[in-house]
Every structure is written in C-alpha cells, then in structure tokens.
C-alpha cells in the first residue's frame, strides 16, 4: 500500500484514494481547478487557465524547443515553491484525474514538456536550491530546477564538476537532464547523466513522497528504482531532487584538431582512437555542411584543407603522451593534426562547435539524434548523403562520435519548400528523409533517440526499435507507477 | 500482451496462457515435471527431483556460498543447453505454476540461488559462449554463464578487458555478476557491473524472449529496462546474455602501499585522497584485524609497524605524477608510503588481499557487506570495535574504501560458542553484533548491501532501508513482470 512520507497531514493519500473517483477535466473546469491549487499553493504559484499561442507572457510554457501545444491548448501552469507543493499539486491532480505535464526548462528537443489539453504544467523551476556539497562524499544534492551549468559553477570552486554536460547545459535543468538521460559531449569517458545519479527524491502520481538510491557510490538494496526513472520522461514520477556523483576537475585539459579529407576518414579516424589506448574526454567530428555552416556564420576558416574536422578534448594525468598516442592514431588514419596548445583559441573551438552553426530564418531544418555503434560512422553519414540527395534535402551532421551519437541537420530553403507551409509544420521531402535516416540507423544497429529523447516527437518510431514484447512491458510499468495514466501523457512509451 | 520472439513454434505462449491454470507443484509431482521437461529439453539438461543434503554429487546445487537449502527440499536442476532451452523451461514452469531459482556459479554471498521446495533450480552453466568480441564498438556480446574472469582472459589478446572485478570474478559469472549488480575493487573508477552492460537478452516468467538496450554508448528509447533488471536477482526475468562494455588496458599500472598507526587514520587517508585530484583504480583498507589473519595464515608481515593499510592501485596515463599526488596526499595524512615499483611482489599484494585471510573452521565467522559514505568509513570502523566488544565477538573489516563498501568478518571461536550450535547456524553474538552494524550503516547514511545483494540473508533487514512506498513499488514492478510471482520467489524484495 502506497503511502505519504510526507507533506500536509490534513488528509492522507489513502482518504484521497479512497473518497475520490477520478473524473477528467474539461477546459471549463480549469478554473476551478485552479482556485483549489492556489487555495493550497498561494496564488503566486499557480496561472490560470492559460491558452496556448493566446497569452503573450506565458507563452514559454506551451511548448519546448521541438515545439508548442496545438492553438487553443487550455492548461493550468502550477510552479510550487517546493517538494510539498509538487506533492499538493499532484494530490489535486491525482483526486481530479488530471493530466500532469512536468517541466523543467522547457529546454527538451522531442516535445516531451509539451501541455496536453485540461491539464497541468507542473514546472520545477522554483526548486532551485543546491542543497549541499561534500567533496568527501563526492556527491551534491541538487533540486530539479537548479540550471546544469550553475551546478558545475557551484562546484567549481571546490575544484569539483558536475560531469553530465548537455549542449544545453547552461538552459537545462538537472530535473529535465534526469528526465530525459541527457547525454553531451564527455559522456564515452564520464558517462550519460544516469551514470551520475545515485539517488532520488521524487514524487508518485498520486502524490507520494519516494526516496530512491543511497549515498555511497555502492549500493545493491532492492530494485533500482533511481535507474527506472531516469530517462522516463515524466510519466513515471515528477523528480524533485538528486544525489549527484561529482568529480575532482582534471589536473589538465588539452584540445587537438585533426582535418580529414572525407567524413569517411575521419570516421576512421574514430576507428583508429579504438585501437589505441587513449580515451578522450571528447570526440566531436564536424561534416563538410557542418564546417560551411559554421564559417558562413562566423566568419571561421574551419572548412579550408577540409572535408571533416575531429575536434578532440584530452584530459586528465599524462596529457603530453595522451596527445602523443593521439597524434599517432589519428595521423595513420590520414588525418593532419595540431595541437591547441592556446588556451583561448581552443575554448573558441569548442564555442564554435557547441553554437557556431547559423540558423537562418530563410531555411526550414530539423535536428535530428540518433546513435549508432561507433564503429558505423562511416555508413550512417553515407546513408545520410544519400537519403539526402534522393530527397532533394540539403543535409550536414555533426558527431559525439566517441559514443557513436549523430546530430544531423535536415534542411530546405523556404523557397524551396513550395506554398502551404505553415509555422512548426516541416516540408514532407524533410520528414521522408529523416524516417529514411532513422530506419538508416537502426539497421546499423543504432537507435531512434542517442540522447534528446522519445517524447512526441519520435514516438511514432518506437515499434521500429522496440519488440512488442518490450512495449507491452513499458506499458506494464507504467501502470504500476501510474495507474491512471495521468503522468504526461501521449509521451515518450 | 506478451508474445515468443523465438523459440520451438510448437506451441506460443499465448496458447499456454489461455489454456493452463497454474497449479502449484507439491513434491511428488516434480518427477511428471522431470519428464515434461526431459522430453523437451533432453535427458541431459535434467537432473530429476534432487533433494537437498541426501545426494551426493548434485549437493552443489543445493545452495550458495551463503548456505543451503534446509534438509529434505526437494527441486529440480534443469541445465538448458541454450537461450530457446531457458525459454522451454520457464514456459512449462509458467504452465504448470513451479517457482524457479535462476542459478549461476552458486558463488553468491547471500542465498539468492538457494533452492525452493518443489521448485526449479534453472542453471545458466552451459550457456558459456562469448558470442562476440568487438573492439571498434568497444562491446563483447556474452552469455550468462561464462565466468567472468573468463571474459577478461579472451579480451587481453585484443588490449582490452572487462572492468567490472568481484573477488569472485574466477568464480562467478556474467549472468550472476548481473543479478547481483556485482562490484569488486575497481568500481570507484570503472563503475559497478550496472556501468558496464549496454544490453540484455533476458526471458520474461512465461517464457517470452526480450531484448532489451543498444549496441550504441548511448540510447534513450522507451524505458531503461536493462537497468532494471541488473540487480534484481533473478526476480524479474532470467537474463540469458548481455552486450557489456569493455575498455582498453591501462597504458600502466603501479601499486602504492600505506601503513597507518590507526584505522582512523587510513580513513583520513582515504578523505586525503577524496580532497586530491587523483582517483585510483583501486583504494583497498585493511584493519589491524584483517592485516593479523592474513599474516597468520600466509606468514606475511604486514602488520609489523602498522595498524591499518592502504593498498592502492593507480592506472592510466602518468602514473608518476599521480603516484606523487597520492604520496604528497597520504604522507599528509600521516601516512608511511611506499611505492611497489616490483609487479610481482605488487602482484603478490594484491594476491592477499584478495584471498589472504585464513578461515580455521575452528572459528564460526560471518562475512558482511556494507556500504557508508566514504567520509564516514572512520565512524563505521569505530562502530565495528564497539559492537564487537559489546557482544564478545572478534571483529576485523577490509573495505573497498574508494566507494565506501566494507566487508567486515564477526566470528566467534567455536569452543566459546558453546554447545547446540548446529552447522549452518551462527551463534547468537555474532547475529546481534551483525543486526547492530547494519543498523550503524543505516545510521551513517549508508546501506545494508553494497555488492553482495539481498537474497535470502539480509531479507528480514529490508524495511530498514527501504519506506513502506517503496516496497510496495516494488512488489507492483515485480507484479507487472512475473504476475504469478514464481522466479525467485522469497528472494530480495
């Protein structure tokens, strides 16, 4: 039996569960919804039945970057103060069979915080707290809110980081980062955020407080329900805080660049990292399109002598051999290598590939995320061209190709795209190509999401990935956590 | 609704499922069930109904390294050749409502193989086929009963090997290691078992084949559901083969040892090394205890001139420079440092730690296995004085200190235990003195099993860790995996 660890005493969940059949709200009913959660969470908590793409100010909670709510979406945005008020709200929720969409920054790429129609936004982003940082423990417990980029400043000076680094590090919340099991550029040396969660306080569907994991990095005691909620998307659980590992900075960091004269030699280049006995902290390979994207809006040279670009970040003891064995594999693998050894022009270089590709209004893209075994590179921006020119897209991608993640653009001027296009709705030669590149994917072995994650974006792709067996399971699961099936719903399963 | 991915087509499991009510198997029925199984799977793959303690050679079968089945249970060793043999043996259990008890070296530490009366023993040991060895993808693709040692020794050809390195590792095997979420010494580093396994092929209660993962470093599609049976130990499905992560061989390799007055003081050791920027492979602390057993039964000295010892081992690029930050560190904590620079008599170090310590059966000892916050191994060792004296039970402690996971030893002379103390059952001191540890960990922040798992042994400590709401999800998850609750029944959760 479900209980409450916690929170406002006056009525426990079981009276809830007990009295109260769930009854779906209809828009008209938002705003009574909303007097019962400001009576409970104050009034600064809670915005009343907003409309999506109607609400000048509040707009920034109807979607995320993949995309907002259809026109005339009503929901309710509930921003509680803390892990109480998480759980008040999801008691509301759970005794009026709301629909609850958790949001963090609203930062996600696949539409996972996107707001379904009668229900609730529940953002974290008032649970902001660093709650504390033990060196001796290594680890740091963080509310969901708190910007991933402001941990590793936290940290930074107890010359500590926070390894899990997004590209949208300094938007994205550690909440929506646990969500999602969001990965970045270091993570074939440090790990995916998983690898850096060792427990969890999060709140159940029906408003129960959970305490998942433990504090020492070992830990073995029942199932691992801190494992199962990470990378479910919000429709498991709403995260509220986590023990993160932390780590000592690096005693040295050191970047080399190598040109290629094809992708398909610097995928080898990749290939010949394997081999050797060095293991970057980053490995990021740049296309043709990708290197012309970025000098066009930059001003950089990148593309001049070449094809392809590894951009490689070393760190740790023994950079000056690390850079050594680097230089070996990747110059027998045909690639002309220099070492960065200016520190400004080699953070520059990184800039340019976390943000230097200029997205211009006048073309109509889609990033896309897939991942493949590393050792398939090659073929995948092969498939990519190809699927390209069959389509009549213009396509350029760009690689953490240490752990085999793809971020390929797939673009067409507007001009190109004919009459009838509207706002957020993408040209069919587009969306034809990036099923093709999916498929592409997964017949190398790969899968449909490396890192951005399923939400509504991809969800059309899952039966591709995953056996009937697999979903049915998935679904299994989501019934035991969330009976109801209130928790964003229509999302990522 | 669950459907056969493979195996015979005979028969689906949906056919099964709707025309058998499962019956519980009483004793006398497992010779029909040895027939059954003998006609599906061979006379070969089944040993019929073995009762514990009466038979001989089949006794291994009978328990685990923690203990054995009480006299007089009787059971079933079925040993399927293969994946589709697990998928025919859990399919007629599932038929006929027989519990099952995965098995896979029977070198746990706490019970989770031990038989259950009238119940399947389901062996993986013939399942020993490394399926794949893939450098490039940095991946072997293994079957769960290949001993895990064993997969170390086919990658070192290739310059890699598999990180995760229980002491059992020459014992133990991947499937079981997977079960239990084993650790070993290496794990502060390299992480745990759960770091390195990218996939599982696994069969559900039924009998149905699911695959689980990617091939990929990274993947976010759906639900993690191998990470959700890593560690459930053999609750949830019967894993048949994994895709693990392997990593390339350390460029070096040095081993570091310090003595200490104190274990208080090696503990501040370890805190020293917690406030520097290096991190060993491994960080080993051994108690006055610990040193005096393993000079008594190998006539090493260890112990002259210390009471406490840290054995560390560092790995990677610049050793020296990092066995000079661990020397600036240790020697700061006021530790005797000496470096190993011999790789033999650093071999024969590690050697007795590993397997040093002499069990006189003229002694009844209990092994624990505990977890705190690596700060806190002082106050933890200090506890296990206190207890130990409290009870009169003899006390000593390694600990893999790095990730703060103890194995402390209790025992008791038997000629003190006095008279009634039958095999298998330890005297009351040292199952009060153990109760009272436990309960310190807890205290400190830390978990009643950091490697060994829960099984049998630790199961009556469950609620100390775990909130009633967390229990009751995971029976729910349990529930939604295994509905008849037949694998593993009275293990870990």
């Given at each position: 039996m479900l209980h409450a660890e916690r929170g406002p005493p006056a009525r426990s969940v079981q009276e809830i569960r007990v009295t109260s059949t769930p009854t779906p709200v209809r828009s008209r009913d938002l705003a009574e919804l909303a007097a019962r959660l400001e009576a409970e969470l104050g009034p600064d908590a809670v915005t009343s039945a907003v409309v999506a793409q109607e609400t000048g100010g509040e707009e920034r909670f109807a979607g995320d970057r993949s995309g907002s709510a259809a026109a005339g979406t009503r929901f309710l945005v509930v921003l509680p103060q803390d892990t109480a008020g998480v759980q008040a709200a999801l008691r509301l929720a759970h005794a009026t069979g709301t629909p609850v969409v958790p949001r963090g920054a609203g930062s996600g790429l696949s539409g996972g915080a996107i707001p379904v129609d009668g229900g609730i936004v529940l953002g974290l982003e008032r649970l902001t707290a660093v709650r504390e940082i033990d060196v001796l423990d290594e680890v740091a417990v963080v509310e969901a809110g708190v910007i991933t980029a402001d941990l590793s400043a936290a940290l930074a000076p107890h010359g500590f980081f926070y390894a899990p680094d997004p590209a949208s590090a300094r938007l994205s919340t550690i909440g929506g980062n646990i969500a999602t099991n969001a990965g970045g550029l270091h993570c074939a040396k440090y790990g995916v955020t998983r690898e850096s969660v060792l427990a969890l306080e999060a709140v159940l569907a029906d408003g129960t407080l959970l305490r998942t994991g433990h504090r020492s990095l070992k830990g073995v005691t029942g199932l691992d329900l801190t494992q199962l909620l990470i990378g479910s998307e919000g429709t498991l659980a709403v995260v509220t805080a986590a023990t993160v590992r932390i780590r000592p900075l690096p005693v040295a960091r050191r970047t080399v660049l190598a040109r290629f004269a094809s992708v398909e030699a610097a995928a080898g280049g990749v290939n010949a990292i394997s081999r050797s006995p060095v293991r970057p902290a980053a490995t990021e390979l740049m296309d043709a399109g990708t290197l012309t994207d970025i000098d066009a809006s930059t001003g950089s040279l990148l593309a001049e002598g070449a094809s392809a670009i590894l951009l490689v970040e070393l760190d740790g003891y023994g950079v000056d051999e690390q850079v050594c064995d680097l230089t070996t594999a990747l110059v027998g693998a045909g690639g002309t290598v220099r070492e960065i050894p200016d520190e400004d022009e080699a953070e520059h270089l990184w800039e340019l590939r976390r943000s230097g590709r200029g997205f211009s209004p006048e073309v109509l893209r889609l990033g896309e995320d897939i991942a493949v075994p590393k050792s398939r590179l090659a073929e995948i921006f092969t498939a990519l061209t190809e699927i390209g020119e069959r389509h009549g897209v213009q396509t350029s991608a760009l690689a953490h190709a240490g752990d085999g993640n793809l971020h390929p653009c797939l673009a067409l001027p507007r001009e190109e795209a004919g009459e009838g296009i509207e706002d957020g709705v993408l040209p069919a030669p587009i969306l034809a190509a990036a099923d093709e590149l999916v498929r592409a994917a997964l017949d190398l072995?790969?899968?449909?999401?490396?890192?951005?994650?399923?939400?509504?974006?991809k969800h059309h792709w899952l039966d591709l990935e995953l056996s009937p067996a697999s979903r049915a399971l998935q679904q299994r699961l989501k019934s035991a956590l969330d009976p109801d099936h209130l928790l964003n719903p229509g999302k990522a399963l």
């Open positions: 072995g790969g899968t449909i999401s490396g890192e951005h994650g399923i939400g509504t974006a």
